[in-house]
Nanobody, 124 residues
């Protein structure tokens, strides 16, 4: 049974930092792309960042470029999202996702597995 479990969310002031972690289990993810998505209240889920199966390339949404960094550890079946210079508009539930493939993609339907999400709240 595949499981993705996010952690690291919380409440932070604007300008602060958080590091989200996602632990994957239930299969080998060496040939999977990993990604982070978020959903704010009343809004649709949106792409944040993804990392290729080898970890050699990453792709960020324009809204977080220069502030968020995605990284992975295949040996630990884990992916991380370092979030710096947080803004109130970054407030959302953040989801980890995994999908078969090699190259990064912002398309949610390419991801077969999803975590339950972790809340990130940025106060002004």
């Amino acid at each position: 049974q595949v499981q993705l479990v996010e952690s690291g969310g919380g409440l932070v002031q604007a300008g602060g930092s958080l590091r989200l972690s996602c632990a994957a289990s239930g299969r080998t993810f060496s040939n999977y792309i990993m990604g982070w998505f978020r959903q704010a209240p009343g809004k649709e889920r949106e792409f944040v960042a993804s990392i290729s199966s080898t970890g050699s390339s990453t792709y960020n949404a324009v809204s977080v470029k220069g502030r968020f960094t995605i990284s992975g550890d295949n040996a630990k079946n884990s992916v991380y999202l370092q979030m710096n210079s947080l803004k109130p508009e970054d407030t959302a539930v953040y989801y980890c996702a995994a999908g078969p493939g090699i190259f990064t993609t912002p398309m949610a339907d390419r991801y077969a597995y999803w975590g339950q999400g972790t809340q990130v709240t940025v106060s002004s």
